[in-house]
């Protein structure tokens, strides 16, 4: 039987090699391409500023292309397996840093720098950076949707957990493995609706070595975690000896995902979360992002806040800006500032409008918002929240230390008590004028998926994750993406 079941599996060691090669060459060359354009915009914009054209100089360039891929790979960004985006950019924003810091050392010493200015080094980082992390982003998602991407997987227990991994891989094609069976000792754990055509094979776990020897699984996910300390080493040890790569999910739902690493505790295994919530200095750099980029943008905004101030002015009766109260940082109520976009009785013509309108009453309960048109909302106020830009005078609630540009979505006061035992992760951080929820559907999230949202945040908290929310949440105010 069991060799029957993996000669039914479409694999072959020669066509899994292809395919994490395949893997590898289409991330190598999106990173070249994005050093190529980056390099060749810094000159483009030198040129154009100062009218001096730099002097192409050959052997550097190709310095520059070897060091920056040596540490990309140094870096476990080829062939950028199961990597997180958040701990991707990270991880590219380093290696980048690293590889210029190298080859502007190297290019001196030889003596084949060029006349490049550090103006046009710093620009070329910059955009480096900001290319490669687009650009990866952009090369997972169209390649994710051919047979050749990714890696293959078995996963290893066919319960609640085995079944969310499947389901979390499936979603996501995107992280590189590609589950092609599911395997279980119990066999009514295994669901036949799975066992079709194309689907991952089913069967007992002694299938296992097999399918890494005579097919190159690379990855061994061991989904079990309601198995005890002694039986899981078992189960380890025994089917997972020829597997590359083994991933063990845990029995610490609830817990931080991101910044754990492994320690070696005398023999002992332990798990070391980064507990960036109150660490000084990582708070002391969130804080400064936020003042740095708030007085940027309350400065460059000012003419365009004037221009909104007149256009709600004229648009309806009523006062320019809108509070409402929220919740705070360690419980704290303060006052959220915002452009005004609706009607001042807006509550009475919400209350009538879902009285002719009772099938929208769900609607309103799961997202606390109406889509298509609400009669709630004025003609400027349409624009300003398409765009966003009724948020702009929360710059002065983040100046002002109460909101921070990114965290949690402010919630009402009256809302605590939906957020449940979640609360206490909620007031933990400021709340941000961008988050999670914002760069995750924004109006098209249910309230619940809010709530989780913020609860990874709190979780998961440090200056990488801001720092992609951050490029994140550009792409999703200038796509409109959520809004209405």
């Known amino acids: 039987m069991q060799a029957s079941a993996t000669r039914a599996l479409p694999l072959a060691r020669a066509a899994t090699t292809r395919r994490r090669l395949s893997t590898f060459s289409a991330l190598l060359l999106t990173d ?216 063990i999910i845990p029995d610490l739902f609830g817990m931080s995902s991101l910044w754990v690493s492994a320690k070696d505790l005398g023999g002992m295994l332990g798990l070391e979360v980064n507990q960036s919530l109150i660490q000084p200095l990582a708070r002391l750099t969130k804080r400064t992002l936020d003042l740095a980029v708030g007085v940027t943008v309350a400065v460059v905004t000012v003419p365009l806040q004037a221009l909104i101030y007149a256009a709600v002015r004229v648009s309806s009766p009523g006062p320019v800006l809108f509070g409402q109260q929220r919740v705070g940082m360690d419980g704290e109520i303060f006052t959220a500032w915002k452009f005004r976009t609706m009607v001042t009785n807006a509550d009475e013509v919400l209350a009538a409008h879902l009285a002719e309108h009772p099938e929208l009453v769900a609607q309103w309960n799961a997202y606390r918002k109406l889509r298509g048109r609400d009669p709630r909302v004025t003609w400027v106020g349409r624009w300003l929240r398409k765009t966003s830009l009724d948020e702009l005078p929360q710059i002065w609630n983040v100046l002002g230390g109460h909101m921070s540009l990114i965290g949690p979505r402010p919630i009402m006061v009256g809302e605590s008590e939906q957020y449940g035992g979640g609360i206490d992760l909620y007031c933990k951080v400021r709340p941000g004028i961008t988050g999670l929820w914002q760069i995750s559907g924004r109006a098209n999230t249910t309230f619940q998926a809010r709530v989780e949202f913020d609860e990874y945040y709190v979780r998961n908290w440090s200056v990488w994750l801001d720092l992609w929310i951050l490029a994140k949440t550009v792409k999703t105010v200038l796509l409109a993406e959520g809004a209405y």
Request: charged share 15%.
């Open 32 to 247: 070249v391409a994005a050093l190529a354009l980056a390099t060749s915009g810094a000159l483009v914009a030198r040129y154009l500023w100062t009218g001096e054209a730099a002097e192409p100089r050959q052997f550097a360039g190709a310095l520059m292309m070897t060091v920056f891929v040596v540490v990309f790979g140094a870096f476990g960004l080829y062939p950028g397996i199961a990597l997180n985006p958040v701990d991707e950019f990270r991880r590219v924003l380093k290696a980048t840093t690293l590889a210029y810091l190298l080859a502007i050392g190297g290019s001196y010493l030889i003596k084949e720098a060029g006349e490049y200015s550090r103006l046009t080094v710093v620009a070329a980082w910059f955009l480096t950076v900001v290319l490669t992390t687009v650009m990866r982003s952009v090369t997972r998602t169209v390649c994710c949707k051919f047979s050749w991407w990714g890696v293959t997987a078995v996963v290893m227990g066919a319960g609640r957990t085995g079944h969310l991994v499947m389901e979390i891989l499936r979603r996501h094609p995107e992280l590189g493995l590609r589950p092609v069976a599911l395997l279980d000792d119990d066999a009514g754990r295994l669901p036949m609706t799975m066992h079709r055509p194309g689907g991952p094979m089913l069967g007992s776990l002694e299938l296992a070595p097999a399918l890494a020897k005579h097919h190159g699984v690379q990855y061994a996910i061991v989904a079990m975690p309601g198995v005890s300390s002694r039986e899981l080493s078992a189960i380890v040890h025994k089917y997972t000896h020829c597997f590359p790569h083994v991933l």
